[in-house]
């Protein structure tokens, strides 16, 4: 049974930067024996999995008490993705001292990406049937990998860089491979022009430094406006003006979050206290984006372009259960943070960090909490790292860390 649940384990690995039905076909099968240490009572959640439970929880009751309730209950079921971190919490010690290997073989899978990813920003198609032979200028086109989006391909990338950067500046062994994965995914990253992932990547490389002195964040820092003062020079015409767009107000994609924000601001005043329900923005939010709609001009057409969120993690949070909702996803958020640092394995303890401070920027810009490829990596680094790797502990429910405080054997991992 231990070698089935491993398989899984390396499965939802591999399948993460490369396909949605094979990593729920992973979280799945370990979900299985999730439910079955469940039923055993071999599975008792930390204080950040409890808050996670109770924000859940809210959002059904928000769902009953908003305008479509058996459609928000359904909604409820997107959640799905964000199980992963009780899934990785649960799992027995000998399967989380695997989490290097976890950890090659999505690196692996991340580099397979690298070609159709350069081919696209380099040739100017989709890769798709009705554009597979239109070409258009290099860069042009964001890369998305294998996904059906750029900023899910670029949300799992800067997941793959803080795993991968993290084991280069901590795992103490094979630092070269590591660097190198590294810096395959940061070259996918930078492919798929996901410019709030760009910006998402300054504290994620924050995180992953906080330890190594004064030098290195010098020296990283230094490398990176070097770069970048490069890439604005002599970078091709298309990285350039997206770049430059960031910050450009006219633009057509942040004139269109602006009002996505106002109008969901005023959702939430309508609804402040239990939201409208998850799943049902697409629904509801017509009327409040409607007045909106004749500001945002795209050279194709004029209006909206997203329909199923608001471009902001928290907004959506807020949108769909309401500031209470909002109030114990944070706390999750802080509780999360705390038992994470608790984890004696830096190199897991700074990645996980890092992923999830990634994940909480870049949804400063995007939902990426409903983008169901990037919530199932970063809650399943989160929960791994949980609890402590060597001695799995947590699965009986020690602390959130999973720490034995006693005089039991130290983590040798680092």
């Known amino acids: 049974m231990a070698s089935v649940e491993l398989f899984f384990f390396y499965l939802f690995g591999a399948a993460a930067p490369l396909s949605l039905a094979a990593l729920n076909a992973g979280l799945v099968g370990l979900a299985l024996f999730f439910l079955w240490r469940?039923?055993?009572?071999?599975?008792?959640?930390?204080?950040?999995?409890?808050?996670l439970?109770?924000?859940i929880a809210w959002n059904a009751v928000s769902a009953l008490s908003g305008p479509m309730p058996a459609k928000a209950l359904y909604g409820v079921m997107n959640y799905w993705?964000?199980?992963?971190?009780?899934?990785?919490?649960?799992?027995?010690?000998?399967?989380?001292?695997?989490?290097?290997?976890?950890?090659?073989f999505l690196a692996l899978s991340a580099a397979l990406t690298f070609p159709i990813s350069f081919c696209t920003f380099a040739i100017g198609t989709n890769f798709r049937r009705s554009r597979l032979l239109s070409h258009r200028p290099i860069g042009t086109v964001c890369s998305f990998g294998f996904f059906s989006h750029h900023l899910t391909y670029a949300g799992a990338m800067i997941l793959v860089v803080s795993v991968t950067a993290a084991?280069?500046?901590?795992?103490?062994?094979?630092?070269?491979?590591?660097?190198?994965?590294?810096?395959?995914?940061?070259?996918?990253?930078?492919?798929?022009?996901?410019?709030?992932?760009?910006?998402?990547?300054?504290?994620?490389?924050?995180?992953?430094?906080?330890?190594?002195g004064k030098k290195w964040v010098l020296t990283v820092g230094t490398a990176a406006i070097v770069a970048s003062a490069l890439l604005l020079a002599v970078g091709p015409a298309s990285i350039r003006n997206r770049v430059k767009s960031t910050f450009d107000l006219g633009n057509?994609?942040?004139?269109?979050?602006?009002?996505?924000?106002?109008?969901?601001?005023?959702?939430?005043?309508?609804?402040?206290?239990?939201?409208?329900?998850?799943?049902?923005?697409?629904?509801?939010?017509?009327?409040?984006?409607?007045?909106?709609?004749?500001?945002?001009?795209?050279?194709?057409?004029?209006?909206?372009?997203?329909?199923?969120?608001?471009?902001?993690?928290?907004?959506?949070?807020?949108?769909?259960?309401?500031?209470?909702g909002l109030l114990l996803f944070l706390a999750f958020i802080v509780a999360a943070f705390r038992g994470m640092l608790r984890q004696e394995n830096r190199a897991l303890r700074f990645g996980a960090m890092a992923a999830l401070t990634a994940?909480?920027?870049?949804?400063?810009?995007?939902?990426?909490?409903?983008?169901?490829?990037?919530?199932?990596?970063?809650?399943?680094?989160?929960?791994?790292?949980?609890?402590?790797?060597?001695s799995g502990r947590g699965a009986t429910g020690m602390d959130d860390a999973g720490l034995d405080h006693g005089s039991g054997p130290k983590n040798h991992l680092e």
């Open 252 to 324: 057509a994609s942040n004139a269109e979050r602006i009002y996505l924000w106002i109008s969901g601001f005023q959702m939430v005043k309508d609804r402040p206290v239990a939201g409208w329900g998850p799943g049902i923005y697409k629904d509801t939010a017509g009327p409040y984006k409607a007045p909106y709609a004749g500001l945002i001009h795209y050279p194709t057409h004029t209006g909206f372009q997203t329909v199923s969120h608001a471009h902001n993690l928290f907004l959506m949070v807020a949108i769909q259960s309401g500031i209470i």
């Open 53 to 55: 439970i109770a924000f």
């Open 167 to 212: 084991l280069t500046l901590y795992g103490g062994r094979r630092r070269a491979w590591w660097s190198l994965a590294a810096f395959a995914s940061f070259l996918n990253l930078l492919l798929s022009q996901a410019r709030g992932y760009y910006l998402a990547a300054i504290p994620t490389a924050a995180v992953l430094l906080w330890k190594k």
């Open 359 to 390: 994940f909480l920027v870049g949804g400063l810009f995007e939902f990426n909490g409903g983008d169901a490829e990037v919530a199932m990596l970063v809650f399943f680094l989160v929960g791994l790292a949980l609890r402590n790797v060597e």
């Open 81 to 104: 993705s964000w199980s992963a971190l009780f899934i990785a919490a649960a799992l027995p010690s000998a399967i989380r001292r695997q989490w290097r290997r976890f950890s090659a």
């Open 38 to 51: 469940l039923l055993k009572g071999k599975y008792r959640p930390g204080v950040s999995e409890w808050i």
